[in-house]
């Protein structure tokens, strides 16, 4: 007598795959999408041609601690820059030092803006 071999159950399928697709994707979406809005700073191009530099140097080195003027640290930058201009479109040229966060440079420039100077130019 011969027996037919036992039915086998069906399989259900995994889902641990499709699962591990699916968190694979919205990491990749998570990485590669924008999460804030970008703030752009407007600042003239020291290369446009347009704007020629006249009248005493106006070198702002920011540091991470100090803002020096021309070299010297000051304490009060628009104080000591005042006697250096003679109109608020003259060009100031900002540098960040070694170390200076990029927060520190653009805290001086709106400094600079509020002040009323326009025409500032950031160098490395």
């Known amino acids: 007598m011969q027996f037919a071999p036992p039915a086998r159950p069906r399989r259900k399928p995994s889902l641990t795959p499709m699962i591990d697709v699916v968190f694979l994707l919205l990491v990749f979406f998570m990485l590669a999408s924008r999460f804030g809005t970008e703030a752009m700073m407007p600042l003239p191009l020291a290369a446009s041609g347009r704007d020629s ?7 702002v080195d920011i540091s991470p601690d100090t803002v020096a003027l021309n070299g010297r640290p ?3 930058l628009l104080a ?6 003679t109109a608020p479109t003259d060009m100031v040229i900002l540098r960040g030092r070694e170390g200076a966060d990029l ?22």
């Open 53 to 59: 530099y006249s009248g005493p140097p106006r070198l």
């Open 74 to 76: 000051v304490q009060d």
């Open 80 to 85: 000591a820059l005042q006697p250096l201009m």
């Open 103 to 124: 927060q520190r440079v653009v805290r001086v420039s709106e400094e600079l803006r509020g002040a009323g100077y326009t025409t500032l130019v950031l160098v490395e």
